[in-house]
């Protein structure tokens, strides 16, 4: 409303013929920023050049902002790009909004670009500037961006800025304030400090930790800075799930407010067990402290020198190639759910299990029985309708082939089929026949764990070693066995169904940020509230607090194979060629190519 009287009272100041400078525009622009107009404060400055009325760098930075908010990274480099033409010098806020630009688009690369050509001008980082280019960092959610994160991240600390409560021997009270900051570096924080603190317990001893230690992510309805409900979120799942000794408890000064709270003696003997440096680096995944011992020189390596870019461009380039095959498969490839029958929906369940079972036994890939799944669901689509007798047959079928791509039957041994499923051999092979022929010998099959390893590719899980990216990836595996089995699930898309698996299992974990920038970039799915993802999540969430889900089974599955690579397995399946990709040409027996 406000700005609607502001653009009246300047149609007025035009039609009186009235002058209209610099002040006058960047005050109207300034006004579209903090009214979410980004369109109108680019056709303001459109007019600026029109009018022959040189902007100023007030001018630049409310229109940067704008754009940024907006969502539109490009237009805002562009607008930056420009001011060096006119003779325009850009400050610490153009680069603050700049990075928020970039950060808001994902791209982190940029946004390490324009801080570093910040720091080569002349201008000195604040709180500010860090807090921005920190949180563009930690929000892709790739794991060598939150590392490169942690450096910067340090340097800000070193000079002075994040302070936090030092930990000296004989203090009776401890705090950390992680209220009315980014998540990056409510996460970093949280982080360094718990290292401290492990390491102060090393050096003093257990008795040296202050009587009381409080971990404060807001300071109630009274403060004029309201705390960020995903940090406090954030941190209660991460103490919770750690089985750390923090409870919460209202905070006796900020009425309305609850804080974490752990007594030293605890907290001590917490930090020290192996279960605290086994689980640092599935919150935390630039810690040094690397699940079982597991070398941290390979990282280290990869961010050196620069190397990490050269990887993100890499990994960004075969992970937008998979995905544009996956919608492609989902665009030519649609269940139709009103066809499979009563019956089938009824013992669908029970056949996904069979198809696990029978998977298992053969020793392959748990990928293999999620595309067994999805192409069963594929022939039940069809107007033809099976006898409940050969469900089991139709699952064991689907199976065998997907296990074994090859298109001439005289080649299989249907006898490891029979002994996997206790099936006959003719049986298999016959229906297997008759599968090929429904499907017009269509047998593609791309399920949504496969693009939930897409989406950890994204994240860089595939330069982990085993343990390291079982922790981040925590237990998507389990969780997606179980929605692929449930009927409600059958009107999503796999690559919906892989994004509400690794947005609630990253939530339900505490892994800031819950659905990461790369991800949002790669998929399209920028709005977790919008309806079809929305309804996967929620039914999902339903899932994970279920009393038949844990989450607690992951040790007991199979972890993510990090050296088959999804993307080169998503590519192969459709036919599709890569240049430079990521790990293209190591299939090693899990694509999901039919025929």
Not at 166 to 180: C, D, Q, T, W, Y
Request: aromatic letters at 8%; a negative charge; charged letters at 20%.
């Amino acid at each position: 409303g406000q700005l609607d009287k502001v653009m009246e009272v300047f149609q007025e100041m035009s039609s009186r013929g009235c002058e209209k400078n610099v002040i006058t525009y960047s005050s109207l622009i300034s006004a579209c920023e903090k009214a979410g107009q980004w369109e109108l404060a680019l056709e303001l400055f459109q007019e600026m050049g029109r009018e022959q009325c040189n902007p100023n760098t007030v001018t630049f930075n409310s229109l940067i902002t704008a754009l940024g908010q907006g969502g539109q990274w490009e237009k805002a480099k562009s607008v930056f790009d420009q001011m060096k033409s006119r003779n325009c010098t850009p400050d610490v806020v153009t680069y603050t909004a700049l990075i928020s630009a970039m950060e808001k688009g994902g791209q982190w690369g940029l946004a390490i670009e324009a801080f570093e050509r910040m720091m080569s001008q002349g201008c000195k980082a604040d709180a500010i500037v860090y807090n921005a280019v920190v949180n563009a960092l930690w929000e892709t959610g790739v794991i060598w961006a939150q590392r490169h994160a942690l450096r910067l991240f340090k340097t800000a600390l070193a000079e002075g800025h994040f302070p936090q409560q030092s930990l000296i021997p004989g203090l009776v009270r401890a705090e950390v304030n992680l209220h009315a900051t980014t998540s990056g570096v409510a996460m970093l924080s949280l982080y360094v400090w718990l290292v401290k603190l492990r390491r102060f317990v090393e050096e003093h001893g257990a008795g040296a930790v202050p009587r009381s230690v409080t971990i404060v992510t807001d300071r109630g309805r009274g403060s004029r800075e309201q705390g960020n409900s995903v940090i406090k979120e954030s941190v209660n799942a991460i103490m919770a799930s750690w089985k750390s000794p923090f409870v919460l408890r209202e905070q006796r000064n900020y009425s309305g407010s609850l804080s974490l709270e752990a007594s030293g003696e605890e907290l001590a003997v917490w930090v020290m067990q192996p279960q605290f440096a086994d689980k640092i680096f599935s919150y935390f995944p630039c810690s040094e402290l690397l699940p079982g011992g597991e070398s941290e020189q390979k990282l280290r390596d990869l961010t050196a020198s620069g190397g990490d870019m050269d990887l993100e461009a890499k990994t960004e380039k075969s992970c937008v190639a998979a995905f544009a095959a996956v919608k492609h498969f989902e665009k030519t490839h649609c269940l139709v759910v009103q066809n499979m029958g009563f019956e089938y929906l009824q013992k669908r369940a029970a056949l996904a299990q069979s198809c696990v079972r029978i998977n298992r036994n053969l020793g392959s890939h748990d990928e293999v029985a999620h595309d067994a799944i999805l192409l069963m669901d594929r022939v039940m689509s069809t107007s033809l309708s099976f006898a409940s007798e050969v469900f089991d047959l139709l699952a064991a079928s689907c199976v065998a082939i997907l296990f074994d791509h090859s298109e001439r039957e005289s080649e299989k041994d249907f006898e490891v089929f029979e002994k996997a499923s206790g099936l006959p051999s003719w049986a298999i092979k016959q229906m297997e026949w008759s599968i090929r022929q429904i499907l017009n010998h269509d047998t593609q099959s791309i399920s949504s764990i496969r693009c939930v390893k897409l989406l950890n590719e994204r994240l860089g899980v595939q330069t982990l070693g085993p343990l390291s990216a079982a922790a981040i990836t925590g237990s998507q595996q389990e969780l997606c066995l179980a929605c692929v089995s449930e009927t409600s699930f059958l009107n999503c898309r796999p690559s919906i169904v892989a994004a509400a698996v690794v947005y609630v299992n990253r939530r339900e974990r505490g892994a800031i940020p819950f659905w990461p920038s790369s991800l949002s970039r790669l998929t399209g799915y920028n709005d977790v509230g919008a309806l079809e993802l929305s309804v996967a999540i929620k039914a999902a969430q339903r899932i994970t607090s279920s009393s038949r889900y844990t989450g607690e089974g992951a040790d007991d599955i199979e972890g993510p194979d990090v050296d088959g690579v999804a993307t080169a397995d998503i590519i192969s399946s459709l036919g599709v060629k890569v240049a430079g990709g990521v790990g293209v040409g190591r299939l090693d027996g899990i694509g999901s190519i039919g025929d």
